[in-house]
């Protein structure tokens, strides 16, 4: 009988913990949306793909290019915060952005949400953001132009990574080198780096644009935070031509799971 009563009281507790990863939550996506074309049209197609996958995985999707609800009376009703293309300039928006974060806030970032580069319209002048919570430091380059590569899953255990394989192929995308070596901080968890099988990524026309070996991470998480940083969010564009959107980032059955994935483990009650 005691082993019976002990079955019942794992399978209550089994299904409270699936009804707690179903409760609805709410997203709210931070961006600029006026620079780089590339981003503007990942930012347009981010705003109608996460709604749909909201009905889908039961969450709320909000955005607003309004960074001064960058707030702690604004974000009290959010469980996850995008930042779709930029990051936040101005100290006391900064501020409440760390302190969301210290206190079990979710976030995910995308692509140039971590570059920073000095001297550049987005100069590195935030330590925290930059260094200890993104751990990346500042942008150190590029390649080009966007196309898709291969990564490899560096982490088998983390939420973030369930049910994708080992490697897969993503979306066409610009992909960062970093300033700092991610894999010398404790802190920093990574789960997907560009496989070899990659190289020569990128097409120039110059030769350093082209990457043909090396370690680059590109989704990482710190273990101090509920957090996720993916380096895609750069779509392939006809620039000085038509100016049309020549890739979606969301074409990768792949990555829009990882995405899925990251956003699930986000949203569940702390």
């Given at each position: 009988?005691?082993?019976?009563k002990?079955?019942?009281?794992?399978?209550?507790?089994?299904?409270a913990?699936?009804?707690?990863?179903?409760?609805?939550?709410?997203?709210?996506?931070?961006?600029?949306?006026?620079?780089?074309?590339?981003?503007?049209?990942?930012?347009?197609?981010?705003?109608?793909?996460?709604?749909?996958?909201?009905?889908?995985?039961?969450?709320?999707?909000?955005?607003?290019?309004?960074?001064?609800?960058?707030?702690?009376?604004?974000?009290a009703?959010?469980?996850?915060?995008?930042?779709?293309?930029?990051?936040?300039?101005?100290?006391?928006?900064?501020?409440?952005?760390?302190?969301?974060?210290?206190?079990?806030?979710?976030?995910?970032?995308?692509?140039?949400?971590?570059?920073?580069?000095?001297?550049?319209?987005?100069?590195?002048?935030?330590?925290?953001?930059?260094?200890v919570?993104?751990?990346?430091?500042?942008y150190?380059?590029?390649?080009?132009?966007?196309?898709?590569?291969?990564?490899?899953?560096?982490?088998?255990?983390?939420?973030?990574?369930?049910?994708?394989?080992?490697?897969?192929?993503?979306?066409?995308?610009?992909?960062?080198?970093?300033?700092?070596?991610?894999?010398?901080?404790?802190?920093?968890k990574?789960?997907?780096?560009?496989?070899?099988?990659?190289?020569?990524l990128?097409?120039?026309?110059?030769?350093?644009?082209?990457?043909?070996?090396?370690?680059?991470?590109?989704?990482?998480?710190?273990?101090?935070?509920?957090?996720?940083?993916?380096?895609?969010?750069?779509?392939?564009?006809?620039?000085?031509?038509?100016?049309?959107?020549?890739?979606s980032?969301?074409?990768?059955?792949?990555?829009?799971?990882?995405?899925?994935?990251?956003?699930?483990?986000?949203?569940?009650?702390?």
């Amino acid at each position: 009988m005691h082993g019976r009563k002990t079955l019942v009281t794992i399978a209550a507790c089994v299904a409270a913990v699936v009804s707690l990863a179903q409760k609805p939550f709410k997203v709210i996506a931070f961006y600029t949306g006026k620079q780089d074309l590339a981003h503007i049209s990942f930012v347009q197609e981010a705003n109608t793909w996460f709604p749909e996958m909201g009905k889908q995985y039961h969450f709320t999707y909000d955005a607003t290019d309004d960074w001064s609800k960058l707030n702690a009376d604004f974000l009290a009703a959010y469980r996850v915060i995008l930042f779709l293309d930029t990051r936040p300039e101005l100290p006391a928006q900064r501020k409440a952005f760390q302190e969301y974060m210290e206190n079990g806030g979710g976030f995910i970032g995308f692509h140039f949400s971590g570059f920073a580069l000095t001297p550049s319209a987005y100069k590195q002048d935030w330590d925290w953001y930059h260094n200890v919570f993104l751990g990346s430091g500042q942008y150190g380059s590029n390649t080009w132009r966007p196309t898709a590569a291969i990564l490899r899953k560096e982490d088998r255990n983390h939420p973030a990574v369930k049910n994708i394989p080992e490697t897969f192929k993503t979306a066409p995308n610009e992909w960062y080198r970093w300033q700092n070596d991610l894999r010398k901080n404790p802190d920093i968890k990574i789960l997907f780096s560009i496989d070899s099988t990659s190289f020569p990524l990128g097409t120039g026309p110059k030769p350093h644009e082209i990457w043909r070996s090396g370690y680059y991470p590109v989704v990482w998480t710190n273990t101090k935070y509920r957090m996720l940083y993916m380096n895609m969010g750069h779509n392939d564009m006809d620039y000085g031509g038509t100016n049309k959107t020549l890739s979606s980032t969301f074409s990768s059955p792949e990555q829009d799971r990882l995405i899925i994935n990251t956003l699930l483990w986000l949203g569940k009650e702390k």
